[in-house]
C-alpha cells in the first residue's frame, strides 16, 4: 500500500511539474525557448537535439527545402477548412515573401511592425483619466518601473519632487496598475497579484482564503509550508494546495513580462525588431490565391527536433551508485522539457484554429473587420484556464496574408475595429472635428462609446486633441 501511495504522488508531482513547465514555456518568446533549450542541452547528457529535417506535426522526413508536403495541404481535394501545422524554425527563411499577395491598398506598406515600451503604452491607456498636475507624475512614475513591472520609488518623495499630494500619487499608481498589463506598477510582488485577484474575482470563482494567504503567508505558501498556513487560517492542506494551484494558474507575479515588445526587461529595441522580422505564427493563402482557404504554419522556436537520447537511457541501468540519483534527475528533467515542447505547439496550434474561425474576415480583409473576442471565450472553447490562453498569446506574433505582422493578442483586440473607422473619420476631417462630434459619427456607424472612450483612442492611436490638430493645420 505503501508503495502504491509513493507511486500516486510521484506521478501527481510528475503531472504538476509537466503542467508548470509546458505553461512557463507559453508565455516564452521563441528566443527564450531558444536559450532555455540550448542551456539545457550544454548540461544534460539526456537531452539530445538530432539536426534532421523532420515534420513537428507528422513526424514524417522532409524533402531539403520546403514544407512537408502532407501537412501544408488539404487532407481531402475538396475540403475548404484551413490548415494548421507546425513547422521546423529554418522552413521561415524559405517563404518567399516576395511573392506574397500585395498588401491591402488602403494601407500602408508593413514590412515590419513597430515596438512600444511599456511607459508609453500605460500611459496610453490611463492618459484621459489623469489631472494636468499628475501626468509628470505618471510619467516618471512608469518611466522608473523595474523589469518586472514595479514601481521602486517612495511615494512621498514623488509627492515633494512634484509638489503634489502623496495621495495624489498614490490616485496615479491604482490607475496604472489597473491598465494592461494588470498589476504593473505595484509595490510589490504580493500587491501585484492583489490587484489581480481583486479583478479575475468579478469573473471567476476564487477559492477562500486566497486573499489572506497572499497578504500574510506568500512567503511560506512559496517554501510548500502548507501545514503552518494551514493551522494559521482555519484550512486544511488540500485547500491550501488548491489555492496554491489556483494562484499558479491564475495570477501573474511579474506583470511587466507579459507585455510584449517591453524595453524594459533587459532588452533592446533592436532585439525586438529581429524578432518581429520572425514571426512565430505565418498565416498565408494555399498556393497564394486569395480565393483559397487560409494556411496557419506555426513556426517551432528550434530547428531540427528535440528527444531523449536513447544510449544515455539505456546506460542508466548501469550508472554508479553515487550518481544513479542525479542521472534519473537527468532523464525526468529532458522528459519533461520534450513534453512540454510538444504540448506548447498542440495548445497554440488548437488556439489557432479557433482564432482563425472567428477572426477570417479580419485577416483577408482588414482591421475595420475583427470581431470583439475575448480569452476566455476562446478558453471556454478549448476547455483550459484563460490564463492559458494569455501565456500562449504573449510575446507572439502573426504575419498576416498582406505581410503585416501584429502581435497575436490584437487578435483580441475589441477597439481595434472602432480606433480604424476613429483614425478614418480624422484623416478625413475637413476642419478638426471635437470628441464630441466623433462621438456622434461614430454612434452612426454602430460604435457606441462616450467622449471619455474617443480620448483615450486617440491618444493610444498617437493623435492629439482637436486644438492640437487645428494648430498643426494652421502651421
Same mark, same amino acid.
Given at each position: ?55 513537428? #506535426? ?56 513597430? #515596438? ?35 514601481? #521602486? ?56 482564503? #486566497? ?265
Amino acid at each position: 500500500m505503501y508503495q502504491n501511495q509513493s507511486q500516486k504522488l510521484e506521478t501527481r508531482i510528475q503531472a504538476s511539474a509537466h503542467l508548470a513547465q509546458t505553461m512557463t514555456m507559453l508565455g516564452m518568446s521563441s528566443e527564450e525557448i531558444r536559450e532555455k533549450i540550448e542551456s539545457e542541452l550544454a548540461k544534460n547528457p539526456f537531452l539530445e537535439l538530432v539536426e534532421e529535417r523532420i515534420c513537428p #506535426t507528422c513526424k514524417r522526413k522532409l524533402p531539403e527545402n520546403g514544407k512537408c508536403p502532407i501537412c501544408s495541404q488539404p487532407q481531402l481535394d475538396q475540403s475548404k477548412e484551413n490548415i494548421i501545422f507546425v513547422s521546423p524554425k529554418d522552413d521561415f527563411s524559405s517563404y518567399n515573401y516576395s511573392s506574397a499577395v500585395e498588401p491591402y491598398h488602403d494601407e500602408p506598406d508593413y514590412d515590419s511592425a513597430q #515596438t512600444e515600451d511599456l511607459a508609453a503604452y500605460v500611459l496610453k491607456q490611463i492618459g484621459p483619466d489623469l489631472e494636468d498636475n499628475q501626468k509628470l507624475v505618471a510619467a516618471y512614475l512608469l518611466n522608473s518601473l523595474d523589469e518586472d513591472g514595479f514601481i #521602486t520609488t517612495d511615494v512621498f518623495e514623488v509627492a515633494q519632487y512634484y509638489h503634489v499630494l502623496p495621495s495624489s500619487v498614490e490616485e496615479v499608481i491604482d490607475l496604472i496598475q489597473h491598465a494592461d498589463p494588470l498589476g504593473v506598477g505595484s509595490r510589490n510582488l504580493q500587491e501585484a497579484l492583489l490587484v489581480q485577484l481583486k479583478h479575475i474575482s468579478e469573473t471567476v470563482s476564487v477559492p477562500s482564503g #486566497t486573499e489572506n494567504i497572499i497578504r500574510s503567508s506568500f512567503d511560506d505558501l512559496k517554501h510548500g509550508k502548507y501545514r503552518e498556513i494551514a493551522k494559521k487560517h482555519g484550512l486544511t492542506v488540500r485547500q491550501v494546495q488548491k489555492i496554491e494551484k489556483f494562484i499558479g494558474d491564475n495570477l501573474n507575479p511579474f506583470p511587466a513580462r507579459a507585455h510584449w515588445g517591453d524595453t524594459l526587461a533587459g532588452k533592446s529595441n533592436q532585439d525586438y525588431s529581429a524578432v518581429y522580422h520572425e514571426p512565430d505564427i505565418l498565416i498565408y493563402y494555399l498556393n497564394e490565391d486569395p480565393r483559397n482557404q487560409l494556411v496557419v504554419e506555426i513556426v517551432m522556436p528550434i530547428s531540427g527536433y528535440l528527444r531523449v537520447n536513447q544510449f544515455y537511457k539505456k546506460e542508466l541501468k548501469n550508472a554508479p551508485e553515487d550518481r544513479m540519483e542525479e542521472w534519473k534527475n537527468d532523464l525526468d528533467k529532458a522528459n519533461l522539457l520534450v513534453k512540454s515542447l510538444y504540448q506548447r505547439n498542440n495548445t497554440i496550434s488548437d488556439m489557432m484554429s479557433l482564432l482563425i474561425g472567428k477572426q477570417e474576415a479580419y485577416i483577408r480583409n482588414g482591421e475595420e473587420y475583427i470581431q470583439p473576442l475575448t480569452r476566455a471565450q476562446i478558453a471556454a472553447e478549448m476547455g483550459v484556464h484563460e490564463s492559458t490562453i494569455s501565456r500562449a498569446v504573449s510575446n507572439k506574433t502573426v504575419m498576416l496574408p498582406n505581410r503585416k505582422v501584429v502581435a497575436l493578442s490584437s487578435f483580441f483586440d475589441r477597439s481595434l475595429n472602432v480606433r480604424t473607422v476613429l483614425k478614418e473619420l480624422i484623416q478625413n476631417e475637413t476642419k478638426p472635428l471635437s470628441d464630441a462630434k466623433l462621438v456622434t459619427l461614430l454612434n452612426e456607424r454602430g460604435f457606441n462609446v462616450a467622449r471619455r472612450t474617443v480620448a483615450k483612442y486617440r491618444l493610444m492611436e498617437g493623435i492629439g486633441s482637436a486644438h492640437q490638430r487645428g494648430i498643426s493645420t494652421v502651421q
